[in-house]
Nanobody
Framework: VQLQASGGGLVQAGASLRLSCAAS????????VGWFRQAPGKEREFVTG????????YTADSVKGRFTISRDNAKNSVYLQMNSLRPEDTAIYFC??????????????????WGQGTEVTVSS
């Protein structure tokens, strides 16, 4: 499955953004999806994940309460709603998919399908 992430941009601290991850195939509903981010000079880190149905979500402590993942399988899409953005949220955000995954795969090596990334910059 091919993925395309979009929705990034430059915002001020405290603002919101909604990222989208669009998949190329209807079989997308069989995939769990994770959002990862990579800041300059840092390793890629897990942000949040969702299982195939959308019933189960998992979120890193660093964004819990501010970021929400959701999906619409009818549209082959997963979304990341980011509220109360902070300068430390600045990174390139990637979506990744794993066939029959749980959504709680937090290592980037667990995913074989990746989008191209969308850049989020939060100014103070």
């Amino acid at each position: 499955v091919q993925l395309q992430a979009s929705g990034g941009g430059l915002v001020q601290a405290g603002a919101s953004l909604r990222l989208s991850c669009a998949a190329s195939e209807q079989i997308f509903s069989a995939y769990s999806v994770g959002w990862f981010r990579q800041a300059p000079g840092k390793e890629r880190e897990f942000v949040t994940g969702i299982n195939y149905s959308g019933m189960n979500t998992y979120t890193a402590d660093s964004v819990k309460g501010r970021f929400t993942i959701s999906r619409d399988n009818a549209k082959n899409s997963v979304y990341l709603q980011m509220n109360s953005l902070r300068p430390e949220d600045t990174a390139i955000y990637f979506c990744a998919a794993k066939l029959y995954g749980s959504g709680n795969e937090r290592g980037s090596d667990r995913y074989s399908n990746w989008g191209q990334g969308t850049e989020v910059t939060v100014s103070s």
